[in-house]
């Protein structure tokens, strides 16, 4: 089983995105390098824009992450409220 | 009174939906294949434009929102840079060596995909990919200008930045990264999205970038640093397109899979060879550095690469053809690059050095197969020569393998002590290449690569020289020539890092800085 993986800057503006990614994905292991953590799981990863509200109170477009994002692994889905990487569709 | 219904918000879907695929018509004054004459000829079926969709679904407007946001953070961190005396506090001016190799030969690769992607953006039909093909366009453009913006402080007070432009179009290094794109850009625009979106992009670039963008954070470099991160905020999208692009033309027709597997072959190895540098620059450029050149291939080349390679083998696609051989190489190639430059600084636009003793223990530790056996032994007779006050500089002009453009220093998968040469006859003239993945590409297409612009034999065919110089005067000195045709102020860019102007003035700006 392949893994698929996030990488993001290690700033304030992603610490909920990141928060919300080990949250809601059990099997994540973060790594952190200077200025950046990088996250792997198995198969499948996903961030949801609810679990990110959740923890700063507002509202959250799940867009906002290209502001944060350094390079990914996988096939992307992404609309309203979930935005998912995976291998084999 | 009349209740206010909120109006609804369209889904990312709708919205996307609406605001590419409603872009394109069909043309009536001119028939369909005259407006986009380049889009058959490279044997690409495509039945349905419309199923290219870019799963991000940005759109223009959105595009625009989130690009500005990271512009004005970059540039209020520039300022603060300037304003702070930032070149001050960064690890040691050796450091910087990596920045110049980075402005001279890729800063230069940013502006030709700019006009690379606008022109697949021109030439391709359907809006999805067209408007994708737009925005890296654009992305390109951007990083361009950042990265001369943000490298440009060290100009005022380093060597080696003042003319990169000028260096690019003639440095005999530099043609390694200049002919790798211009090979990509001289493709049809299936080709090129291949090789730059899905190739370069996709699977290598993370190489670059990653350990590159962490590096600059650990040595702090916070301009450097700080573009980094805003390109590589960019990139995710790049390689999505990289990755989309390739589904698309498989999943359009069967017979663009040996098309596309030829490209996937010739374009990884491509890609793979200019990294050479990025090997060096990470094992040997970084005072501090973040990981090894081998353990970055293996997290982003091996395993990345491997989960997708299995993925994409449902279409019939196979890993590329060299991947077995770059995995060997991981052992290898940083080393046997810098010790090449190592002596050929006298020809190039920075320093190079024998790393320290902790360097050195550093990288036998994250080299145990390879290190101690072969490349300290060496290293440490440069030290010594360099300490007798005979450096060794190498004024011969290297072999050059006549695709990849690097001189032939490549050993023989499995056998290190061994270098690898290969060659072709074309039309009774012979051409050398430094393994069998180079010379697989100039078979394939060698009209294509008999007509490469090789600085050695450019040199020696007397076209690096300044007009109006005379090669037949008494005394001629054919080095001093080229490095005038070069523009290198001799004595202050090229040379060893010991005994440099910059590290003399990095050590008393830096004492200066500690006092009034």
């Known amino acids: 089983m392949s893994d698929v993986f996030i990488a993001l800057q290690d700033t304030d503006e992603a610490r909920p995105i990141i928060e919300a990614i080990l949250a809601d994905n059990p099997k994540a292991r973060l790594t952190h390098s200077p200025a950046m953590v990088k996250i792997d799981v198995p198969q499948r990863l996903v961030i949801r824009r609810r679990s990110i509200e959740e923890i700063t109170g507002l509202p959250f477009d799940l867009q906002r992450i290209h502001v944060s994002l350094i390079s990914l692994s996988g096939h992307i889905e992404e609309d309203d409220d979930e935005f998912v990487l995976s291998w084999k569709r | ?516």
């Open chain 2, 1 to 516: 009174m009349d209740t206010r219904l909120e109006k609804k918000k369209l889904s990312l879907r709708e919205r996307y939906h609406l605001m590419t695929r409603g872009l394109g018509w069909e043309p009536t004054y001119q028939p369909a294949d005259k407006v986009f004459p380049f889009t058959t000829y490279e044997g690409i079926k495509i039945h349905d434009w419309d199923k290219f969709e870019d799963p991000f679904r940005l759109t223009m407007d959105a595009y625009w929102k989130y690009q500005g946001e990271k512009e004005k953070k970059l540039y209020a961190v520039i300022d603060a840079f300037a304003q702070n005396n930032g070149f001050l506090n960064i690890s040691d001016a050796r450091y910087l060596n990596a920045i110049k190799i980075f402005i001279q030969g890729v800063t230069p690769l940013e502006y030709y995909a700019h006009r690379g992607f606008a022109f697949a953006g021109r030439h391709f039909r359907g809006e999805g990919l067209r408007v994708a093909c737009q925005m890296q366009s654009l992305d390109e453009l951007r990083h361009t200008q950042t990265e001369i913006h943000a490298i440009s402080p060290y100009n005022r007070f380093f060597n080696g930045f003042h003319h990169p432009r000028h260096w690019f179009d003639r440095m005999w290094y530099l043609s390694v990264p200049k002919s790798f794109f211009e090979d990509a850009n001289t493709g049809g625009p299936f080709e090129f999205l291949t090789a730059i979106s899905f190739s370069f992009e996709y699977v290598l670039t993370n190489l670059l970038f990653l350990p590159f963008m962490s590096g600059a954070a650990y040595n702090g470099d916070l301009s450097t640093v700080t573009f980094g991160f805003s390109a590589q905020s960019d990139e995710s999208r790049h390689m999505t397109l990289g990755i989309e692009c390739i589904k698309f033309m498989l999943e359009q027709d069967e017979a663009n899979v040996p098309i596309v597997q030829h490209w996937i072959d010739k374009w990884f190895w491509r890609g793979y060879r200019v990294l050479t540098l990025v090997g060096m620059m990470m094992d040997y450029m970084l005072p501090k550095r973040v990981m090894s050149w081998r353990e970055a291939w293996e997290i982003y080349g091996e395993q990345n690469g491997g989960a997708l390679f299995n993925d994409l083998a449902r279409y019939g696609i196979r890993e590329p053809a060299g991947f077995r051989d770059a995995i060997d190489g991981k052992d290898h190639i940083s080393h046997q690059a810098w010790l090449t430059f190592y002596t050929y600084n006298p020809l190039a636009a920075f320093h190079t050095w024998v790393p320290t003793d902790a360097e050195l223990d550093w990288l036998s530790a994250k080299y145990p197969e390879s290190f101690d056996k072969y490349y300290r032994p060496r290293l440490l007779y440069l030290r010594e020569q360099e300490k007798a006050g005979k450096p060794v500089a190498n004024k011969n002009l290297p072999l050059l393998c006549n695709v990849c453009q690097i001189p032939m220093f490549f050993t023989e998968p499995g056998n290190p002590r061994m270098i690898c040469y290969r060659e072709s006859v074309y039309e009774g003239e012979r051409y050398h290449f430094c393994s069998d993945h180079c010379k697989a590409i100039f078979d394939h297409e060698p009209e294509k690569y008999v007509q490469s612009w090789l600085p050695v034999q450019q040199i020696l065919q007397g076209n690096c020289f300044k007009p109006g110089t005379d090669p037949t005067a008494p005394g001629f000195d054919p080095v001093a020539a080229v490095l005038d045709y070069y523009e290198l102020n001799v004595g202050r860019d090229n040379f060893w890092y010991e005994g440099s102007e910059d590290q003399r003035n990095f050590a008393a700006w830096r004492a200066a800085a500690q006092n009034n």
